[in-house]
T-cell receptor
């Protein structure tokens, strides 16, 4: 069964204190890995898609990387407005049936950045 | 606003009642998804439409749940005989396909259902 595990569950940082969030996955075949940001009471907001090991994407203070077993979301010099829950999701292959369209999400990492 | 629109934003209903939610996807997107999210969990896939065809359903989608996308545009999700365990945020997302890969899925703000 396809699984996505995110760690840590919660992370508190001081403003400017860089860190990384982890997303490890076990899937039959990876078509894509997605990072989303979710604010309380809101829907997930798309951040990045990664398709193959070694790929990296950057946006402002965020950088996502991908290996064959895990992805990292690196946050450089975070600000209080970066506080949110960060969700990782995978889209998988279904073998001869072709790819599944569903995303399998982890439980998320709740990030709090204190001023 | 050209994002994914969901209505209502909040719904409180009594156990046993039927409820219906609506999702209007981004206009050029032919793919539409429904997910359910409970507190402290990531979204769980419910079902997927390509145009008007429902192509994938989760085992989570019991016979009390039904989804439609009659003209390949907006979609509705109906829950019959609601139970307290149905209380959750119901999220709709849409995407389109470019070449062999699809574009990212954009989510709406969700409908928060509370069953009392």
């Amino acid at each position: 069964e396809d699984q996505v595990t995110q760690s840590p569950e919660a992370l508190r940082l001081q403003e400017g204190e860089s860190s990384s969030l982890n997303c490890s996955y076990t899937v039959s075949g990876l078509r894509g890995l997605f990072w989303y940001r979710q604010d309380p009471g809101k829907g997930p907001e798309f951040l990045f898609t990664l398709y193959s090991a070694g790929e990296e994407k950057e946006k402002e203070r965020l950088k996502a990387t991908l290996t064959k077993k895990e992805s990292f979301l690196h946050i450089t010099a975070p600000k209080p407005e970066d506080s949110a829950t960060y969700l990782c999701a995978v889209q998988t292959e279904r073998g001869i049936q072709g790819g599944s369209e569903k995303l399998v999400f982890g439980k998320g990492t709740k990030l709090t950045v204190n001023p | 606003d050209t994002g994914v629109s969901q209505n209502p934003r909040h719904k409180i209903t009594k156990r046993g009642q039927n409820v219906t939610f609506r999702c209007d996807p981004i206009s050029e997107h032919n793919r539409l998804y429904w997910y359910r999210q409970t507190l402290g969990q990531g979204p769980e896939f419910l079902t997927y439409f390509q145009n008007e065809a429902q192509l994938e359903k989760s085992r989570l989608l019991s016979d009390r749940f039904s989804a439609e996308r009659p003209k390949g545009s907006f979609s509705t999700l109906e829950i019959q005989r609601t139970e307290q365990g149905d209380s959750a945020m119901y999220l709709c997302a849409s995407s389109s396909r470019v070449g062999v890969r699809r574009t990212e899925a954009f989510f709406g703000q969700g409908t928060r259902l509370t069953v009392v």
